[in-house]
């Protein structure tokens, strides 16, 4: 045991020392206070910037989900055959809407790009065919409207991405639905996927960091890095697999690599 024989011994062991472990102490815990504070602090800003991002896809999808769901009312109008050929039209001049297609359960399909533009073998046979075929496709326009406008739309399906096809789109469908609530057909919108990711695309954050768009089974849709990848955490990162791991069981949260504080 270790006994102090001058006043500058006992001032050392009795006062300097112990002021000295509170100090040090003191300091730890504010540096582990402070690293926990920036981390969740971090944590918020980056799901804050997920939850923009999926403001704007939805917003983006918002518009045409409105012109869709304006078809279910305009039967109710004075002239459903004028309104609804309108609102067809708005959808197909829409923004980001590659086609509009309607699809009926005896295989009757009307489909259309956003150009609007329809041709015909008669077309190619002189003004005489050009007009019989104008006359037809007009016909067949307003046969649809008026079986379109004895319908009820049923609520819009979930978008669908196809990535089957060189230009990405996504789908918005409506089923069809008869006096009697049975399926008769189906209204479809496909918009381009680079339309409704365009805002993310032009973030900050998107620009300076590593970020990956991704489906709930780990595809990439979209992602920041040169290479081609086709899968979250196909290269066995092991951030990117627990990344994944999470993905499939929370609806949003955030993953740590290793270090304190994280690399």
Do not use: C
């Amino acid at each position: 045991m270790i006994r102090p024989k001058s006043l500058q011994q006992r001032l050392a062991i009795f006062v300097l020392f112990p002021v000295s472990l509170l100090l040090i102490g003191m300091g730890f815990a504010g540096f582990i206070y402070a690293r926990n504070s920036l981390l969740a602090q971090w944590n918020e800003a980056a799901i804050l910037k997920m939850q923009r991002a999926a403001h704007s896809v939805d917003m983006r999808l918002d518009r045409t989900k409105k012109w869709i769901k304006m078809l279910d009312g305009a039967g109710e109008s004075q002239d459903p055959d004028l309104v609804y050929s309108w609102i067809v039209d708005q959808l197909k001049k829409s923004e980001g809407v590659s086609r509009v297609k309607l699809t009926w359960s005896d295989n009757k399909a009307e489909s259309s790009g956003a150009s609007n533009q329809f041709r015909s073998m008669d077309q190619m046979r002189g003004r005489m065919g050009q007009m019989r075929g104008m006359m037809q496709n007009a016909e067949r326009q307003r046969m649809m409207m008026r079986r379109l406008h004895r319908t009820k739309i049923a609520e819009i399906t979930t978008p669908r991405y196809d990535s089957a096809i060189e230009n990405q789109t996504i789908s918005l469908i409506s089923l069809l639905l008869d006096k009697n609530g049975q399926t008769i057909g189906q209204f479809e919108v496909v918009l381009r996927f680079d339309f409704l990711i365009a805002d993310i695309i032009d973030s900050g954050w998107w620009q300076s960091n590593k970020a990956f768009l991704v489906d709930s089974e780990g595809t990439i849709l979209a992602g920041t890095v040169s290479q081609e990848r086709k899968t979250l955490a196909d290269n066995n990162d092991p951030v990117e697999l627990k990344t994944l791991k999470a993905l499939k069981a929370e609806t949003f949260g955030t993953i740590r690599g290793p270090g304190h504080p994280p690399a």
